[in-house]
């Protein structure tokens, strides 16, 4: 075979198979570039578990007419311009994937309204070179990203779809870790044309913990213990259970680095340690924690999907972790108890 560059189109179901795994990816990406445009206001709306339908609506800053077709293209994004800044990333986004990735396996339409420009536009990718067609449409300030029939192009992929009701739990699961982070911005999140969640904007402390609450449960707030430590340029807070409200699965375990969702390791061995033989052996700690650091001292390019870090000083980052989380436990238990783990 000779060589030749691939259609837009097929390069970009490629790049999608690592980032687009099922409709919960597709709800992370959507919800992370609303939050990115500084939306106050998210609305999800779903159909059958998301295979028929994810549409995400906020109101956020919104995409000029004339950037449209670079907000469907790959590799083309406002939120990084160098090397220098991936070393210091504020943003959730900056691969510039997650939209061409979309719309190449599914049918994606775009319309938004920056509060500067007088109307809506609207924007579809089609054809095998994702030529994208421009239309005036009518939409309040803000963006909307209708994904209709995920997959239908892709049947490999589609086959592994679950059921509605597995689909729709994974992306239940997505944002309730986003609502915990971004407890400011109200969500909204319905199923079959039904609201399931409504997290309102949570600022003064009281609505915090009923929004926490609302998304761990009542029990997981009347049994937490809250922690906040620093150190130099580290910073944890959050909270965490005592131990007696240990959880039988790890579902109740929620962390954070520089607010953005993580499944990492190194965090979750470092809490884990500090629990240590406070839980029966098959239970786990359940906490919701915040993990800030400089941004250069942490790599986020490591993941597609962004779901692990790398630290600098991996070693020092665990320690740090493992003994704020021992001592805010000592301290409760007794205050004189000075059994350091970690
Ligand atoms: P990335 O988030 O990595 O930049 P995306 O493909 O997710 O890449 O998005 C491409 C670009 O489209 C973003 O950089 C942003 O400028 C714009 N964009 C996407 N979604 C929104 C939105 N909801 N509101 C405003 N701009 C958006
Ligand atoms: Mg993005």
């Not at 106050?40 to 800053?61: A, H, L, M, Y």
């Not at 590799?75 to 160098?82: E, F, L, R, V």
């Not at 406070?278 to 906490?287: E, I, S």
């Not at 779901?307 to 000083?313: A, L, P």
């Amino acid at each position: 075979m000779s060589i030749a560059v691939l259609p837009a189109r097929l390069a970009n179901q490629i790049a999608a198979g690592e980032v687009v795994e099922r409709p919960a990816s597709v709800v992370k990406e959507l919800v992370e570039n609303s939050i990115d445009a500084g939306a106050t206001k998210i609305s999800i709306e779903i159909e059958k578990g998301g295979s028929k339908r994810i549409k995400i609506t906020d109101d956020g800053k919104g995409i000029v007419k004339d950037e449209l077709t670079l907000a469907l293209s790959r590799h083309a994004t406002s939120k990084i311009k160098s090397l220098d800044d991936l070393e210091s990333i504020h943003s959730l986004g900056f691969r510039g994937e997650a939209l061409a990735s979309i719309s190449s396996v599914s049918r994606l339409t775009l319309t938004s309204k920056p509060v500067e420009q007088d109307s809506a536009w609207q924007a579809i990718a089609v054809g095998r070179d994702m030529q994208v067609d421009i239309k005036p449409a009518a939409h309040p300030d803000g963006t909307s990203i209708d994904v209709e029939d995920l997959f239908f192009n892709t049947p490999a992929r589609r086959k592994f779809l679950r059921t509605e009701k597995t689909e729709f739990t994974h992306i239940d699961e997505v944002v309730r870790r986003i609502a915990l982070s971004k407890l400011a911005i109200t969500i909204i999140l319905s199923h079959n044309g039904k609201v399931i969640r409504q997290y309102r904007s949570a600022k003064t402390e009281k609505q915090i913990e009923k929004r926490i609450a609302s998304v761990c449960g009542q029990g997981f707030i009347d049994n937490a213990i809250t922690l906040d430590f620093k150190h130099d340029n580290l910073h944890l807070w959050g909270w965490i259970a005592k131990p007696e409200f240990y959880q039988r699965q790890n579902d109740l375990s929620y962390s954070y680095v520089n607010d953005r969702m993580m499944r990492d390791k190194l965090i979750n061995h470092a809490i884990r340690q500090a629990y240590a033989d406070r839980l029966t052996h098959d239970g786990y700690p359940a906490f919701v924690l915040f993990f800030n650091l400089d941004f250069a001292d942490v790599d986020v390019n490591v993941h597609p999907a962004k779901h692990e870090v790398r630290f600098h000083q991996a070693r020092f980052v665990h320690d740090f972790i493992c003994s704020a989380v021992e001592q805010t436990l000592n301290a409760e238990q007794s205050p004189l108890s000075e059994t350091l783990l970690c």
